[in-house]
């Protein structure tokens, strides 16, 4: 019977890679881990902040579509929409002017859209859509990107967003 049930966990986690690959997106000091789609994800790098209380993650997924999640203790905004204000007024000073951008909320999130046509006059076509959630006191900021973007990578973009999930950890 153990055979069996080893065999079993084992057929499980290689028919869904990303799931068994993919690891807790947590703190130490938050009472939750957050969760998304991982269809295709790839972890590229994982940073615990020492003393700030904060982290971050990095994935990419085969379809080139990156996933940044920074994690820090709320301090000056305390619904996703005042971070996400707050965020806006630090990436305003780094824009050139040929962005296209908007703001607005897709689902639990406070969103701000930023698509660049060029980057120091090359074509890059790249489009960033920032996800900022508060949740039990930490402002989490979930980063969606895809180089070479075109209109129907929107789809994809938003449905990491809306797939954002805080489960309690075990």
Known sequence: ???????AVTTLALSFPALAALPDVTL??????????????TLRSKEYKPGSGGGSFLFSRKDGVSINVF???VKDCKAAAECRDKLWKLLQAKLDGTEQTAQGQLGDAATIEIYQPKQRNLPIHEKTLYAEFVQDGFWIDVRVN???????DQAKLEAVVQSVRFEPKP
Not at 1 to 7: E, G, I, P, T
Not at 33 to 41: I, Y
Request: aromatic content about 16%.
């Open 1 to 7: 019977m153990r055979r069996y049930s080893l065999f």
């Open 28 to 41: 130490p000091s938050t009472p939750w881990k957050l969760t998304f789609a991982t269809d295709g994800v």
């Open 71 to 73: 994690i820090e203790p």
């Open 146 to 152: 895809k180089g070479g973007f075109k209109p129907d």
